[in-house]
């Protein structure tokens, strides 16, 4: 099953998802105005939580030509293998990103050594991409637990993709790499995001999580944890879910 978000797009989005939709399994989860990636990616989750099975796999990928779906195979395969969460990641041997200049890289850089180092995370080098295959137990628990907060900071830009990693790490999540090429030279739009807007939720996350009194860190670690389904339970094999973003034009 795919899963669309078509967030307010003000092009031929609509009309080409609905010829799609009569060739492929498509459900379209569409906003009248363009809400941001927060919201967005809020309301994708929790559809594809409830259209789940536990052992099913949700990939979350962009649509705008940056993510080749190619890379979907290796994350699925790293969910396979025991991880409950899979990345795809320049930061691994073979990984890379293609048109992006010099100054964009740094910042990208600078953003990912920061959040390592507020953010620790076993076994993730990549915190901004939001190419990433999940466990659909895992999402399904998180939402369960975390309720309308497992998106807390949907106003804040791209913080979400960041704060989805810190939350599931919270419960106990594991997690793992494939190398990966981000394909910007393919992108045909401009970026949507404002690095100001951005960086400022990162600032906010940081308080959020380490605040000494009920801060993310003290309120959920511990009291947050996944329990893995048992394999053995599952009827079936599993399947996959993707879903997929496409932001306003």
């Not at 009248?32 to 967005?40: A, I, M, P, V």
Request: one cysteine or more; hydrophobic letters at 40%.
């Amino acid at each position: 099953m795919i899963i669309v978000g078509n967030d307010g797009s003000r092009d031929q989005t609509a009309a080409i998802l609905e010829e799609y939709k009569r060739k492929y399994p498509l459900y379209v989860v569409t906003q009248k105005r363009n809400r941001g990636l927060g919201e967005t990616a809020r309301d994708l989750f929790e559809y594809a939580a409830e259209v789940c099975r536990p052992d099913d796999v949700i990939v979350r990928m962009d649509c705008d030509d940056t993510h080749e779906p190619k890379h979907i195979f290796d994350l699925v395969k790293m969910i396979d293998e025991g991880f409950d969460v899979a990345i795809a990641s320049r930061f691994q041997p073979g990984g890379g990103q293609l048109g992006v200049n010099r100054y964009r890289a740094f910042i990208s850089w600078c953003a990912n050594w920061f959040m390592k180092v507020v953010f620790p995370v076993r076994g993730v080098r990549e915190y901004s991409c939001g190419f990433r295959a999940y466990r659909a137990s895992l999402i399904q628990q998180a939402i369960e637990t975390y309720g309308n907060q497992f998106i807390q900071l949907k106003g804040l830009g791209f913080t979400c993709t960041l704060e989805k990693l810190v939350k599931l790490n919270l419960m106990g999540a594991r997690f793992a790499e494939v190398p990966f090429v981000l394909r910007y030279d393919n992108k045909l739009s401009t970026s949507k995001m404002v690095s100001s807007i951005t960086t400022l939720g990162y600032l906010v996350m940081a308080i959020c999580y380490h605040w000494p009194w009920h801060g993310w860190r003290s309120l959920y670690k511990n009291k947050v944890t996944y329990v893995r389904p048992d394999a053995s339970a599952g009827n079936a094999a599993p399947g996959a879910v993707d879903v997929a973003l496409k932001k306003s034009a």
